[in-house]
């Protein structure tokens, strides 16, 4: 019984240092963002928690909006220092309604109001940990949002849902980098 015991000590033991190494071995991958099974969730606290990378303007069409870009201060950090988005890396991409208003400051001033049309997420995975799971591929885990449940990815295929729209920055890391100031050096 002894024996049985400490074999089965010796085993819980073995089974806890597997467990923190793997866990060490992903540590680039956010737990907020993604589990276990590759499933990418929105990051509640982004506006409060991640440094804003800059914004874009559409004015007309079905992404017309304000589109206001949001990463971890590390992944900016990063950036700055090698030009590239580390293993890991969360963006987030949040689509807001606009208005416009004359103000003091010149007439039809446009500016972002309170609807949200919608979210992107990107997570950075250079080791290709979840291939194969619709979201997951050429670098990344792609991942769409929409405001009548946030907790809910409505993008099953990334090649068909998200990759279109960044095909024209496919040698850019699949990332439109321009209009994100805060990525400059300082």
Known sequence: MHNLRL?????????????SFLLVANDHISTNSVN???????PSDFRSSMSHLGS??????????????????STVDHYRETGEFPDGAVLVKELRAASKGDYTTGAGVAYANDQ??????????TEGRFAGTG????????????????????????????????????????????????????
């Not at 074999?7 to 467990?19: D, E, K, N, P, Q």
């Not at 068909?160 to 994100?180: F, I, N, Q, R, S």
């Open 7 to 19: 074999a089965a000590t010796l085993l819980l033991g073995l089974t806890l240092s597997i467990a």
């Open 36 to 42: 276990e099974k590759g499933e990418i969730s929105l």
């Open 56 to 73: 874009w303007f559409v004015p007309e069409g079905g992404a017309s909006g304000f589109h206001d870009v949001y990463t971890e201060q």
């Open 116 to 125: 949200i049309k919608q979210w992107f997420v990107m997570v950075k995975d």
């Open 135 to 186: 979201n997951w591929g050429d670098g990344w885990g792609w991942a769409l949002f929409k405001p009548d449940d946030p907790s809910k990815n409505v993008s099953t295929d990334y090649k068909t849902d998200c990759l279109g729209c960044h095909v024209p920055v496919k040698d850019k890391d699949w990332v439109y980098t321009e209009a994100y100031p805060t990525l400059a050096t300082k």
